[in-house]
């Protein structure tokens, strides 16, 4: 029987790129993210170049009961995960502290680290009822430094780093692994997402430098589920060559 990998945020960026990846690998699917329509239509690719079986379920990460509901309402048998990519997220805004909007900051706590805990909570129980699992996070370079303006994301991506590391103690006598990926600048959505729309702004951060594009992290993803069974990666930074830490990228121009 094929293996079942769940992606949280797969309407998009380095959620839909690992859809791709995993179906490859002849995985079947559990997408989730709140926009249906694109759900519905990367299943069905997926379905015609990789004959993946493809469950979709949309809903938003920041509702405790909707996350719960979608997910216990699966059938049983796309209850035996076997990887769980915990990818959806966003930032909003960049703003210092002082400025911050009180909206922005609920809807990135709300979904970085509460969105990602209610998932986990449910999935996590399957996979100790399977007694095996993989749980990838999706952190950041924001998890391991802080940039400015950066601060409730930094925040946020700072709680995933830690929520890694304690999902993998209390995890660890079930047999299930516990990994994080923690990417510099990759160019998707995310931008977009922070600047409210702004394309031009957003386009602005990946200039004069080569980014990270989606596939480069899945591919990277895929490397870290891939392992031997003995073998886990806790924790992955990956960045652009161009760049060196959270602030310091070298642009041609
Ligand atoms: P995108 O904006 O391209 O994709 C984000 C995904 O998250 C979308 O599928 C979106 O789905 C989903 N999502 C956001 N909010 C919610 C919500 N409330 N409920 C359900 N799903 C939600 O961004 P990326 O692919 O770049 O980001 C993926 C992850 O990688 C995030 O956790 C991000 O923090 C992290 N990351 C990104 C980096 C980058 O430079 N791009 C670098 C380091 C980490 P929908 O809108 O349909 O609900
Ligand atoms: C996304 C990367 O540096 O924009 O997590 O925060 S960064």
Redesign the pocket.
């Known amino acids: 029987m094929a293996k079942i990998a769940l992606i949280?945020?797969?309407?998009?960026?380095?959620?839909?790129a690992c859809a791709h990846t995993f179906a490859r690998e002849g995985y079947n699917l559990i997408l989730?993210?709140?926009?249906m329509d694109?759900l519905e239509q990367l299943a069905q690719h997926l379905n015609d170049k990789y004959n993946a079986e493809v469950a979709v379920s949309s809903?938003?990460?920041?509702n405790r009961e909707q996350v719960v509901q979608h997910l216990e309402g699966l059938p049983a048998r796309w209850k035996k995960v076997d990887i769980l990519v915990n990818?959806?997220?966003?930032?909003q805004g960049l703003d210092p502290i002082q400025n911050g909007s009180y909206d922005d900051w609920d809807t990135m706590i709300?979904?970085?680290i509460k969105?990602l805990l209610y998932v986990s909570r449910v999935v996590s129980n399957w996979m100790i009822t399977n007694g095996s699992g993989h749980i990838i996070n999706?952190?950041?370079?924001?998890g391991k430094e802080v940039y400015p303006n950066g601060n409730v994301y930094c925040a946020t991506?700072h709680a995933v780093d830690a929520l890694n590391k304690g999902m993998r103690l209390d995890l660890n006598d079930k047999g299930i692994r516990v990994s994080a990926i923690?990417?510099?600048?990759?160019?998707?959505?995310?931008?977009?997402?922070r600047f409210k729309g702004d394309k031009d702004r957003a386009k602005k951060v990946y200039e004069g430098f080569e980014?990270?594009v989606?596939v480069d992290?899945a591919e990277t993803i895929w490397f870290v589920a891939s392992r031997a069974a003995h073998i886990n990666i806790n924790d992955l930074v990956i960045m652009p060559t161009a760049q060196a830490s959270a602030t310091n990228i070298f642009r041609k121009h």
Not at 59 to 62: A, H, K, S, W
Not at 87 to 91: D, E, K, Q, T, Y
Not at 182 to 193: D, Y
Request: overall charge negative; proline content about 4%.
């Open positions: 949280t945020g797969a309407t998009a960026g380095i959620g839909e989730t993210g709140r926009r694109r809903f938003d990460i920041r990818n959806a997220g966003l930032s709300d979904t970085n969105g999706l952190g950041s370079i924001a991506k923690h990417p510099g600048a990759v160019e998707t959505e995310f931008s977009e997402v980014p990270l989606a992290v």
